[in-house]
């Protein structure tokens, strides 16, 4: 009876105790919609994404790129995330104000398409929207092809989309491996 105490003793202090750690760092690019959709939401968006992006899954040394899309897509944060720069980041969001223009994610999404990343490094996409029309433009557009592997979050009146930007090669490549089996 003192053993079975001591191992589930053992079991929950290292349960208590246990890091939520990773060995490879992110390299996150982050789009935010800052056109007028995102108006009555972006103090939620902000919320959410500096307590649930930045807070609870940046660690040290990841990489965090904030990209604003109004009509033209600009960086409004760029670097390498330490306690500093998780602060720096949550300033450029609260920052943000939403503008009447009409959003091209083109270009930012070209960008996290297309950018070099670190190959110790794991890439992650995050889009978040005020509106699905807001998208429309991308949704049939040149940059409709990074969509492909996304899984869409609905919020109350906005949407986070993740995107896995670099897994079109591993998609046919387990494709492929999976029909030579059969």
Known sequence: MKKLFFCALCLCTTILYADDYRSAALDLCLIIDGSSAVSNTKDEIVTWLSQTVIDGI???????TVWLVQKDAQIIFSDII????????????????????????????????????????????LLVSGSISALSAT????????????????????????????????????????????
């Open 58 to 64: 940046l660690q040290n040394n990841d990489k965090l």
């Open 82 to 125: 330490d306690a500093n720069g998780k602060n720096r980041a949550k300033t450029a969001l609260k920052a943000v104000t939403p503008s009447q223009t009409i959003t091209n994610f083109d270009p930012a999404l070209e960008a996290a398409v297309k950018r070099e990343i670190d190959p110790n490094h794991i890439p992650y996409t």
């Open 139 to 182: 949704l049939s557009g040149k940059q409709a092809g990074a969509l492909r592997f996304s899984k869409t979050e609905d919020h109350r009146g906005w949407q986070s989309i993740v995107i896995a930007t670099d897994i079109t090669n591993r998609v046919q490549q387990a494709a492929a491996s999976y029909m030579a089996g059969r």
